[in-house]
């Protein structure tokens, strides 16, 4: 479908001048009215003031022509024949302001125009002189008047004109109006009656974002896809010529901060077009059809403003699934937005030209209808990025700090697997924060290392005081999974054991970090991963014959792992490869449904669980018995230095010997020496050292 030149815009955008035009005569009139009420009384000149004494002068020695009089004013002209009062000095009283002087003969004051201060034509106006008369002398000065043969009356009442009128009874009124109205157009809040169905997107003229695809790293993939648009934006000859379309919409799925709304913003960018920014819970209000009226208000904008991109955030507040539960059909606010937003994406009307960006990290909650060819013809994948990503994404953060010759920022994208965009923007802002906490003019490998300990494990709190105990406890307890993990194959590289409590609920830890990215697991590696979580409590056990609430979290991720061994993964010899439960594809929280089985099976199930379980924390024990003096040993260091890491540990780690049975294990899951009916051997029960 052929996209409307720019040219064509123009006729389109003159609908919009009805509009313009009543602002434009409401600041006209506010104009006529400042002007003939402000402004012109204010340049007109006044009066010259002069002493009430000057004035009874001029009066007996018969100088005055005409006078008038007011209960706070009093008004005169002087004879022709007559100079003009007021030779002397000028007292403060008398002292003219810059609109007081004395009007010359080329500018008549409007009192004394035409004819002096009662109308009277004359062939020249004459200047005009003003006073303020004393309390209770009127009645003199009448009679000095009348003596004088003086004529004298009322000041006239300032009678303007019938455009002065109107004004006055008119324009206040339209400017209070107005200026009410422009409070309503910029108030915020569903409660604003006339705005309330007006969209809230923000418009970015010409793609002016600030984001280009230099500014995206990690995503190539997404931006192969999305540079097709791009170019589609800027030259549709190429594609229009071949009868090729343009997709009307492309939804952008992943986790949270993988870069979703930058790619949309570095399409924009790109393409030089107008860019509409909106989210999906901005079209959700209270009343019914006020989220349908800002959909047809968002996309009456785009279409005058085409080619562009309408971009939604979090579209999953906006479009899901339908509900079928009431057989009379649902007419709540959500579903009419819904239903408006699928007829303005492929309806009766086209909106040729608007291109929609739509980002969510919920695509299994999204309307089939929504996701059909002809509205989002295009899902693209926004993932968590592989190493030469993490690579990328870091050198592009990188550069906005100072970096220290040490550093090497391919290591730091080795050990950094599963993190996302932001993960790694956030790493090198704590990377950052730390060398300016330590005083440094740039940053270092160390505070790197440590800023990927801090996401990982949590920020140190060294005010958490540790008991002799608990410290030796938590020391073999960590020292035990450092022996274990080393011993299993596929296990990430250990590269520091720490009794430094960090976060919430770590007392300690072990650090394994990955040397290369895993997209899969073989079975004796899960067997490994099950045996190196266990590795902690089976440590407790072999030293002090007891077990601690340590492991809680340890076991739980074990009993996890080999749950889906066994119901999902099909690693299981006497199951089979039967998938017993259901895996919910989602990027915020993956889970797993039970599928509808036999209590038979739901009970074998869990035996198998805990047979696995079983034969993994029997290995564990196995290999920390043959490591025994190693495992006295490194936990001796442990509790002097409370870290351990780098060559040191690693030469601590050569050390480790594997028991006879840990092959045999590995490769079938079973173990068989002089275990119990569960494959559990009997504990060898000893006292903490305080009960000895």
């Known amino acids: 479908m052929p996209i409307e030149p720019p040219k064509n815009r123009d006729k389109r ?187 809230k997107a923000r418009i970015y003229a010409e793609g002016n974002t600030g984001v280009t695809f230099d500014d995206v790293a990690g995503e190539d993939e997404a931006k192969a896809e999305l540079e097709e648009i791009v170019e589609f934006l800027k030259q549709p000859d190429k594609y229009t010529k071949l009868g090729a379309v343009i997709p009307k919409g492309v939804l952008l799925v992943g986790p949270p901060g993988t870069g979703k709304t930058l790619l949309a913003k570095a399409i924009a960018g790109e393409a030089g077009v107008p860019f509409f920014s909106i989210s999906g819970s901005e079209f959700i209000e209270l009343f019914v059809g006020v989220g349908a009226a800002r959909v047809r208000d968002l996309f009456q904008q785009a279409k005058q403003k085409a080619p562009c991109i309408v971009f939604i955030d979090e579209l999953d507040a906006l479009g899901k699934a339908r509900s079928s539960s009431n057989a009379l059909g649902s007419n709540d606010e959500q579903e009419q937005t819904l239903n408006q937003l699928l007829t303005e994406m492929d309806g009766f009307e086209g909106n040729t030209g608007v291109i929609i960006i739509a980002a969510t990290n919920r695509p299994e909650v999204l309307d089939p209808a929504l996701r059909r060819p002809g509205r989002f013809d295009r899902q693209v994948t926004v993932d968590r990025p592989d190493k030469l990503g993490r690579d990328a994404i870091l050198r592009v953060h990188a550069k906005k700090v100072q970096l220290a010759e040490d550093v090497d920022l391919s290591a730091i994208a080795t050990r950094t697997p599963g993190f996302s965009g932001a993960d790694l923007a956030n790493l090198i802002n704590e990377a950052a924060l730390l060398a300016a906490r330590k005083n440094q003019s740039a940053v270092r490998m160390a505070d790197l290392n440590e800023a990927i300990e801090r996401v990982i494990a949590g920020l140190e709190r060294k005010s958490r005081v540790l008991n002799p105990l608990e410290r030796k406890i938590v020391s073999y307890h960590e020292v035990g999974h450092a022996i274990v993990g080393f011993l299993m194959p596929g296990s990430n590289r250990v590269e520091k054991i720490s009794i430094v409590p960090r976060g919430v609920g770590a007392l300690g830890y072990t650090l394994q970090l990955p040397e290369e990215d895993r997209f899969l697991m073989a079975e004796d590696e899960l067997r490994g991963r099950i045996a190196t979580l266990l590795g902690g409590r089976s440590a407790e056990e072999v030293v002090f014959g007891k077990i601690s609430t340590g492991a809680s979290d340890d076991i739980q991720k074990a009993t996890d792992l080999a749950e889906r061994m066994v119901t999902i993964y099909g690693m299981d010899d006497q199951l089979g490869p039967v998938a017993f439960e259901r895996v919910q594809p989602q990027f915020l929280n993956p889970n797993s449904a039970r599928r509808p089985i036999s209590p038979e099976l739901t009970a074998l199930i869990d035996r198998r669980v805990q047979q696995i379980m079983d034969a993994a924390h029997a290995v564990a024990q196995s290999i920390l018995r043959t490591n025994r003096d190693l495992l006295e040993e490194v936990a001796q260091e442990l509790l002097q230095t409370e870290v351990l890491e780098g060559d040191k540990l690693q030469q601590y780690l050569q050390r480790a010997q594997a028991p006879a049975e840990l092959s045999e294990w590995l490769r079938s899951g079973q173990l068989n020496n002089g275990a119990d009916d569960r494959g559990q051997p009997a504990r060898d029960w000893q006292p903490f050292p305080e009960e000895a």
């Open 13 to 199: 955008d003159k609908a919009s001048e009805p509009r313009k035009f009543g602002s434009s005569l409401l600041s006209f009139l506010i104009t006529l009215f400042l002007l003939n009420f402000v402004l012109l009384p204010a340049l007109r000149p006044g009066p010259t003031r002069v002493l009430y004494s000057e004035f009874l002068r001029q009066v007996r020695e018969g100088k005055v022509d005409q006078v008038a009089i007011s209960d706070t004013e009093i008004r005169f002209t002087l004879r022709t024949d007559a100079s003009a009062p007021s030779e002397a000095a000028p007292s403060p009283e008398a002292s003219p302001g810059p609109q007081e002087s004395a009007p010359s003969a080329t500018e008549p004051s409007p009192e004394a125009s035409p004819g002096g201060l009662f109308r009277r034509r004359q062939p020249d106006p004459e200047p005009v002189f003003s006073t303020v008369p004393i309390d209770g002398n009127t009645e003199n000065l009448v009679t000095l008047l009348e003596e004088q043969n003086v004529e004298f009356g009322a000041v006239p009442p300032n009678q303007g004109g019938f455009l002065s009128t109107l004004l006055g009874w008119i324009i206040p009124p339209l400017i209070f109006v107005g200026i009410w109205a422009w409070f309503l157009q910029r108030a915020q809040g569903g409660s604003t009656a006339l705005t309330v169905g007006k969209s």
